[in-house]
């Protein structure tokens, strides 16, 4: 059996992801991800280019599918069908919304983060802008990753 190298990203870099595969001029045109540059996604491209997959989950995905259709015609049927040809390269793992919400951190972080917490293992990375996942994240893998550390250390010029 062949081992794949998978990654777990949260949702706002899977909607950086989306819209900068569509267009990368986007980045700074589209409304949930005016907030990053094309660089970022140039980064995001060179965390990812050592894996093989991703993990996603139901909750992200229809997180990203609302967050990425914030555009308009004709560019949202482009955006979407990014997403789809994503969708279908990648592995979705599925576990009930009644099982997450049992999670001890869902009345702070929501489904959509604790079904990414229940992804998280020992040994599978984890990247996030979101800086409250992040901290709970680390005290479950060493291979938590606050994007926006990454960020900064692109921006800092020794």
């Keep these: 059996m062949i081992s ?15 819209v900068g595969l569509t267009d990368r001029s986007l980045i700074t045109k589209h409304k949930r991800t005016r907030t990053f540059e094309p660089e970022d ?5 060179k965390l990812l280019a050592s894996y093989d997959q991703m993990l996603i989950t139901p909750h992200i995905l229809t997180e ?20 789809s040809n994503l969708i279908s390269a990648h592995q979705e793992v599925f576990e009930p919304s009644s099982e997450i919400s049992k ?8 489904l959509t983060d604790c079904a990414i917490l229940d992804l998280i293992k020992g040994n599978t990375p984890f990247v996030t802008v979101d800086l409250d996942l992040y901290l709970i994240a680390s005290r479950k893998s060493k291979l938590a990753t606050n994007f926006n550390y990454l960020r900064i250390s ?4 020794f």
Excluded: A, W, Y
Excluded at 4 to 18: A, C, E, F, G, S
Excluded at 64 to 75: D, K, R, W
Excluded at 103 to 110: I, W
């Design 64 to 83: 990203v599918s609302n967050l990425v259709s914030q555009i308009g015609e004709p560019v949202k049927k482009t955006v979407l069908l990014t997403l």
């Design 103 to 110: 999670h001890e951190q869902f009345l702070k972080l929501g």
């Design 41 to 45: 996604f140039d980064l995001l491209i």
């Design 4 to 18: 794949l190298r998978q990654k777990i990203i949260d949702t706002n870099l899977l909607v950086l992801l989306v």
């Design 154 to 157: 692109r921006m800092i010029k």
